[in-house]
């Protein structure tokens, strides 16, 4: 009786594991065949197989698709939008945490007359469909002059970002005790005081959560970035979208994949060495949102 | 002047972020709203044509195909995730050894771009090189793994790529869920009789309620936006027989200059967010009272 319930137990944790592995195999899959793809040489890739290990790994690959990969009419490689991300990323992330982070603060100590309907319909931001605004956006940006460029690319996410960036904030200010808001009032202390004495250094773990989650979301655009951006100031997911579609010659799927691996592997690295902030930021956009 | 200022401090600081709101928002919304009434085509002009666009949209094949798409997508993406998702966290929740490097590994296709994860699984699904290589390698000479390049089964590619994509992250949100269940009523079911299993369906998954609906308006809302995806891994393709309406708004309004039609499309897709979406705000903010 007792040794059959220690291997029913048994029996069943084996499972666990077993279910569990099986599906850490299937999810990292994709990830191996990317990487052992790019380090096989075409000829290779026709002959053998996906799983297969590279016979004799290359780094022919990766060299073209940073450099000299064809991106419909260029032939530059991913380089020059790989920086033109950059370019994108940084003001955009930085600015748009900056907004969100006195917004929230306003919306969850300083609030007045409105102020709730005012989260409320931007919170609705963070749900619309993107399309619904693509459009007139195209309009204002020619408008403004800023067609095909960085600095437009950069406004529209500052625009679209600042709607979750404020959720995050003022989620997150709502738990500091307002009677600290109150005792530092007493004592004659002003708006940006409290803000920069009293919040400033509570707010890391937020700052953190909202960086990592705008520097995700902006670096893996597409859709703004097909829409707006020119030939010169496309970001890195447009240029591997174009690479992977070009064919002149042959098609060379090494090249595919390694350009794919060099575009993932900003938002990658992040998620490898901040993963903690990275789900705690997913479920704060998306449970609370 | 300076107290002025002081008083009016936040009013101030929150002003550029309302201009902007009303005007790149939901003024935006209600001038492509406007615009889905006029002919517009290559520019936008203001002759008003009533709902033509609309009816237009609704007789061409290409929106009933995104549609249909749209709705096997959905239900097949979610109810997927929602079951992997479950399963992975109930079984993670066991006390299982390297937990974390396990949901780390579930976890970062969600670090990645739709763009990236459709070239991934274009290369995987390649007719003739991809997995149906494999087994055509393992002796199976006559296997066919095609999907992508078929009329009827490409929008299936989509569903796979996505909950490869996605499915990790409801993982995520029902651990959380998980360990926020009080072990008392597990262990008070369990003196109760109650197996494992039972425990977990009569006690523990009724209280993950509100987890199951917030997975679903995320995941719906992933759906309906899905356009990266799509446009990576099959391109709409084979002809437009995986197109989803994100696509179809894209090619009409940007490509085809058909700025009217895209309009509406792009319309209707934002009554297809609001169903979902104003009936989850509204349980939202009444169970926390204000």
């Avoid at chain 1, 007139?136 to 095909?148: D, H, R, V, W």
């Avoid at chain 1, 691996?261 to 956009?285: C, D, E, N, Q, S």
């Amino acid at each position: 009786m007792n040794i059959n319930k220690i291997f029913h137990i048994n029996l069943g944790r084996t499972l666990i594991y077993l279910v569990l592995i099986s599906f850490a195999i299937i999810y990292l899959a994709p990830l191996y065949v990317m990487f052992s793809t790019s380090l096989k040489d075409i000829e290779e890739i026709r002959s053998g197989n996906l799983l297969a290990l590279p016979n004799d790994p290359t780094l022919y690959a990766w060299g073209k698709a940073w450099s000299s990969a064809c991106t419909g009419s260029e032939c530059n490689g991913l380089a020059p939008f790989f920086w033109n991300s950059v370019k994108i990323v940084f003001p955009a992330v930085i600015i748009s945490t900056i907004v969100g982070a006195f917004n929230g603060y306003v919306l969850s100590k300083w609030k007045f007359k409105g102020s709730e309907l005012l989260f409320g319909a931007l919170l609705f931001g963070c749900f619309i469909p993107f399309q619904v605004i693509l459009l007139p956006m195209a309009i204002l940006l020619s408008k403004l002059g800023l067609s095909n460029t960085v600095s437009g690319l950069v406004l529209v996410h500052v625009i679209y970002g600042v709607a979750f960036t404020t959720l995050f904030f003022r989620n997150y200010y709502v738990g500091i005790p307002t009677e600290l808001v109150r005792a530092a009032r007493l004592d004659g202390a002003g708006f940006i005081d409290i803000f920069r004495h009293i919040f400033l250094p509570l707010s890391t773990p937020i700052i953190v959560v909202t960086l990592i989650w705008q520097f995700t979301q902006i670096w893996n655009d597409f859709l703004f970035g097909v829409v707006y951006s020119g030939s010169g100031t496309q970001p890195i997911t447009v240029a591997l979208n174009n690479l992977v579609n070009t064919s002149i010659g042959g098609k060379e799927y090494n090249v595919d994949m390694a350009a794919a691996i060099i575009a993932a592997l900003p938002t990658l690295i992040v998620y490898v060495f901040a993963g903690k902030y990275f789900v705690r930021g997913l479920t704060a956009g998306a449970v609370k949102g | 002047m300076f107290n002025f200022l002081e008083r009016n401090l936040p009013k101030i600081i929150i002003a550029p972020t309302t201009l902007a709101m009303i005007v790149c928002m939901y003024g935006f919304i209600l001038w492509t709203g406007l615009l889905s009434l006029t002919k517009s085509r290559m520019m936008p002009q203001w002759e008003f044509v009533g709902l033509e666009q609309y009816i237009r949209l609704f007789q061409n094949p290409r929106w009933h195909v995104a549609l249909d798409n749209l709705l096997i997508f959905i239900v097949l993406f979610i109810v997927i995730s929602l079951i992997i998702g479950l399963l992975l966290a109930i079984f993670l929740d066991q006390k299982i050894r390297a937990e974390g490097a396990i949901r780390t590994v579930y976890l970062y296709p969600m670090a990645i771009s739709f763009i990236v994860t459709g070239t991934a699984w274009k290369w995987i699904l390649n007719p003739g090189l991809g997995i149906e290589k494999i087994f055509r390698d393992m002796g199976f000479a006559n296997f066919e793994f095609r999907w992508l390049v078929e009329q009827d089964m490409a929008i299936y590619t989509i569903v796979i790529a996505a909950v490869w994509q996605s499915s990790g992250f409801v993982m995520a949100m029902f651990l959380a869920g998980l360990r926020g269940v009080d072990d008392n009523l597990v262990k008070a079911a369990k003196i109760d009789g109650a197996s494992t299993a039972k425990s977990y369906w009569y006690v523990i998954l009724p209280i993950m309620r509100p987890v199951f609906f917030s997975a679903i308006v995320i995941l719906t809302h992933i759906a309906i936006k899905s356009f990266d995806l799509v446009q990576a891994l099959t391109g709409g393709g084979p002809g437009y027989a995986s197109d989803l309406p994100a696509n179809f708004m894209y090619t009409f309004a940007f490509n085809r200059a058909q700025m009217g039609l895209g309009a509406a499309s792009a319309i209707i897709m934002l009554f297809g967010v609001l169903a979902v979406l104003i009936p989850y705000l509204y349980s939202e903010l009444r169970e926390r009272p204000a």
